[in-house]
């Protein structure tokens, strides 16, 4: 039981950095969505969206991290291994709020075909990349303060040897 239990501690621990930081950013994607909509209104679902999408991109941010093609660029430049890793959250960011858009067509429609002809002519493009620039600033946040913590890691242990 002390395995799971270590278990469960480990992942909630590493959990909070990123949650935390989805959990505002999706917030304000929410907000930016209401305004952009001119509804100015922030219903009890949209923020539970907010709340769960900021837990699920959490996780997927842990089990990346353990992807090696993630760690290209760690030896690199701060810089560089940054934009690496928003580049892929940011590729992955688009094809869920791709799908995101795209099911509940789908369900409507009735049809996955129709689903598609439906998301390019429905989607408010505009609306689109206006949040998605946001959330690639928002990767580019969370990226700089972990990438630059693992280089002056590794000064460190550089210097200590």
Known sequence: MSKILHFLKHEFQAAIAPFTCFFILFHLLDITKAIMLKSYGLTPTSMTIATVGALIVAKAVLIA????????????????????????????????????????????????????????????????????????VGLVFYNCPEVLNLKILFSKNRHTN
């Open 65 to 136: 991290e353990q992807m090696p093609f993630m760690h290209l660029f760690a030896k690199r430049h701060p810089i560089v291994n940054i934009l690496w890793k928003t580049l892929i959250y940011g590729g992955f960011t688009v094809v869920f709020r791709c799908l995101e858009e795209l099911i509940p067509l789908a369900i409507k429609h009735k049809s996955l075909a129709v689903a598609i002809q439906s998301f390019f002519s429905e989607v408010s493009w505009p609306h689109f990349w206006g949040l998605q620039i946001w959330l690639m």
